[in-house]
């Protein structure tokens, strides 16, 4: 520990053992300086609460406060009250003369309370402050007078007492003096004494130091900076170099040039010397226009054209103000002359009442007129005209004058602006001339139709399509403007199938989008001609006509219809097959067509159910049901086989056959019987008239051919009551098929006009298929019928349409079926 702090802890214990020499029963008092170092001895309370050493550990001592207990302690083995952190009277007490804190000291053994009082003693330990470092004060010269007192800045000090300030001192000036008041709480008010009276001119600013100090034993002190300014007042008036100022100006000179700069001065300081440069009243509004003063730095500039043949002198009445209160002024006079030039450029006036010119203007149509002047005289006054070249307008004297004419025919659609510079020049020398633009637009007529983008439409849609779908989009140009390109789209009233065709499509007016007005049905109408008119809105109306072609695109959204087997009331068919039958032999056929084309219409057959397939096996393309294997006693009499006809669609339909086969091990031959496919066969619903036809024709043609064949084969005995019934090969099926592939003949509307089937084959070699019935009287009732493979309608087209009754009727359909 330094030697100075024990010294000085040792002095202050002394001090506090003889106060604490005072106490009275029952109130324990101490005296303890601030800032004591931590574990300082304040005294013993035990001795003064006459307590023995044996009772201090059993009576467990405390300090108890609200708010002081942390900064002392007491030791439980002796009784010492010491400091326990650091105490600042200024924290506990602030700048008060007296600081008293209140404790108790707690014992146990039994429960008690002493009062024990502690008195905070105040060391000088802080500096008078001043709350700002420095001070400004500002005094108007002349007019403060000796003995005007200013108030400073109050110097604070925390500690109290002799340690708080006692006096302030002034640094020696000799225009001013300190003066000290003492209010009722002690606190002294130093105030600042002018001396005499102050001139800025003499000198403008004071530095002034105000040391304030406290009472301690070792003073303390703080300072305060104070700056005295000395105000200036308005004595003086502003003075110009000269009274009357004389100049020469070139007419034409460039704006914004300087002519003269004006300098006076003023003696007085701040606002006060501040100068402001303004035109007098008496200057004319004619030379205000023409100059302009900067009124900060008293430059003439000329802002406006000088021209010796309006004004030939100017005067110009300037003064110079001061901003001093009241402010003060001083004037000058400045005499402007302005020297001739040649300088004055021909000028041309251009008359129309509008701007623009129809483009079927005749020639010679007057556009405007053109007036030229110069105010210069003799030949710099004469002016010589010249327009533009390459430019259908000429200019035409008459009593010097000028007027602008159409000298060619004009078309809008290929210039719709024409920028024409007329150029006059005087004869003076050097020459003047001077240029300007007339801008004149050719106004539009309606001579030109509107033009489609394309010389005909395609547009494609599916089938069940949602009424209102878009199809496409027709847009046509005109090159014309405004009214006269506004076009408007409509369809040109026509008939399909006896149907107005609006109620087939409907067209946008404003942007040509055309929309399908119903859903379509592609196995009714492949292809609709439209024809699109569009024309403008000009007088009279334009209009240009195109095709559009929509072609109506086929969906999957026919199921597969099974034309063989027929359905029995049980919607089951039934066929009978020896047990004795061999492998490969032909049970039946199922067929089938499909409403729809392409692939929607290519059908595969296949078994729904797979527990026959040991037994039977359907081909995926032909429909043939045979038998894979020989069938035995375990095999059950009834086979119950499920063919399922699917397309190719995407999502693919379906339609299924179910079909008895019932094995039998005699046959019975029962009395012949004609079985027409189509006699009794209710046809589907939705099939249209053309394929019935071709349905037929193709059953016609595949009944005569196998007969032809049977008997053939029988004629020959190739075939003895063993050989069977003799079927076509398939091979030989696809050879007639291509032979007897019928001939389509189609109306212009695209609807079936009617069919022809001619039949020529060559000498057939038949391939016979081993039964599986033995040959008897009883004719068996399986009908053989193989689906043709159509192209597709579109493709068939045939031009010829010289059947003038067909044409009549283009719904009516006629088949012709030639045979050998």
């Known amino acids: 520990m330094d030697i100075r702090h024990y010294l000085k802890a040792w002095k202050w214990q002394v001090i506090f053992f003889l106060c604490s020499w005072g106490w009275v029963s029952g109130q324990i008092q101490y005296s303890i300086a601030e800032e004591s170092e931590p574990g300082t001895l304040v005294g013993n309370v035990a001795q003064n609460l006459g307590l023995h050493l044996t009772d201090i550990n059993k009576r467990h001592l405390n300090v108890r406060s609200e708010g002081s207990s942390n900064l002392f302690a007491v030791n439980q083995n002796n009784g010492a009250f010491t400091v326990k952190e650091r105490i600042d009277r200024e924290i506990l007490c602030g700048s008060s003369s007296s600081c008293l804190l209140h404790l108790e ?167 006060n010397g501040e100068v402001q440069y303004s035109f007098e009243q008496n200057t004319l509004d004619t030379a205000k226009t023409l100059f302009e003063l900067n009124s900060q730095t008293g430059d003439i500039i000329i802002k406006g054209v000088l021209d010796f043949e309006e004004a030939h002198f100017y005067e110009l009445s300037v003064r110079a103000t001061d901003k001093g209160i009241p402010e003060m002024e001083g004037r000058c006079l400045i005499h402007i002359e302005i020297q001739d030039l040649n300088d004055n450029t021909p000028e041309i006036l251009f008359t129309s009442k509008a701007n623009e010119v129809p483009e079927n203007a005749p020639l010679g149509t007057v556009v405007g007129f053109i007036g030229v002047r110069d105010k210069d005289s003799g030949r710099n006054g004469e002016i010589q005209l010249d327009i533009s070249p390459n430019v259908p307008f000429k200019c035409q004297s008459f009593n010097n004058r000028y007027s602008l004419v159409t000298s060619g025919y004009l078309d809008r659609e290929k210039v719709s602006q024409y920028t024409i510079q007329l150029t006059a020049s005087d004869l003076g020398s050097p020459s003047l001339q001077h240029q300007i633009t007339i801008v004149l637009d050719v106004s539009d007529v309606n001579d030109n139709l509107p033009v489609f983008l394309q010389s005909f439409y395609n547009a494609f849609i599916k089938e069940n399509n949602e009424p209102g779908s878009l199809l496409c989009t027709v847009s046509a140009t005109d090159p014309d403007e405004g009214v006269n390109s506004n076009l408007i789209y409509s369809i040109t009233d026509n008939q399909i199938d006896g149907s107005a065709v609006s109620s087939f499509v409907y067209i946008n007016s404003h942007n040509g989008n055309i929309y399908a007005q119903r859903s379509f049905d592609y196995e009714q109408i492949q292809v609709l001609e439209v024809t699109a008119r569009v024309e403008d809105s000009g007088v009279p109306k334009l209009f240009s006509n195109v095709s559009i072609y929509i072609f109506i695109l086929d969906t999957n959204d026919n199921t597969p219809s099974i034309l063989y087997p027929e359905y029995s009331r049980e919607d089951i068919a039934q066929e009978k097959i020896p047990r004795s039958a061999s492998v490969g032999c032909l049970v039946t056929k199922v067929s089938a067509v499909d409403q729809d084309s392409g692939h929607n219409a290519w059908l595969m057959y296949s078994f729904l159910e797979s527990t026959s397939n040991t037994l039977f096996q359907i081909s995926t393309y032909t429909g043939e049901i045979r038998t894979v294997r020989d069938f035995s006693e375990a095999d059950n009499t009834e086979q119950y086989l499920v063919v399922l006809v699917h397309d190719h669609g995407d999502p693919s339909l379906s339609s299924t056959a179910t079909i008895l086969v019932n094995l039998i091990d005699n046959v019975v031959q029962e009395n012949p019987k004609s079985h027409n496919l189509f006699s009794n066969s209710k046809p589907a619903p939705d099939l249209t008239l053309y394929l019935i036809i071709s349905l037929v024709a193709i059953s016609l043609v595949s009944l005569v051919t196998f007969i032809i064949l049977l008997v053939k084969c029988l004629k020959r005995g190739n075939y003895e009551n063993s050989c069977g019934v003799c079927f076509v090969s398939d091979s030989h099926s696809k050879q007639y098929a291509g032979e007897y592939q019928p001939k389509l003949f189609l109306n212009t509307d695209g609807t079936l006009k009617y069919m022809e089937v001619r039949m020529a084959p060559a000498e057939p070699q038949g391939q016979c298929y081993q039964a599986c019935f033995p040959v008897t009287t009883e004719n068996n009732e399986f009908t053989f019928m193989k689906p043709q493979n159509f192209p597709q309608l579109k493709d068939m087209v045939n031009e010829d349409t010289s059947d003038a009754n067909y044409l009549q009727e283009p719904n009516k359909q006629k088949l012709i079926v030639n045979g050998t």
């Open 105 to 271: 000291i707690v014992t146990e053994n039994p429960f008690e309370l002493f009062p024990l009082e502690i008195e905070i003693l105040d060391i000088n330990d802080n500096y008078p402050t001043f709350q700002t470092a420095h001070q400004v004060i500002r005094i108007i010269e002349l007019l403060a007078n000796p003995g005007t007192l200013f108030p400073l800045g109050i110097a604070q000090d925390p500690d109290a007492g002799k340690n708080s300030v006692t006096q302030y001192r002034l640094n020696p000036n000799p225009y001013f003096s300190l003066s000290i008041k003492n209010r009722k709480d002690g606190t002294l008010i130093p105030e600042l004494v002018l001396e005499k009276n102050l001139d800025r001119e003499e000198k403008s600013e004071h530095k002034l130091i105000l040391t304030a100090f406290d009472g301690g034993e070792k003073s303390r002190s703080g300072s305060l900076e104070v700056t005295v300014i000395v105000l200036d007042i308005n004595d003086n008036a502003p003075v110009f170099d000269q009274s009357n100022y004389r100049i020469s100006v070139l007419e034409n000179t460039p704006l914004n040039t300087v002519i003269l700069t004006l300098n006076a001065t003023d003696l007085d300081e701040g606002a």
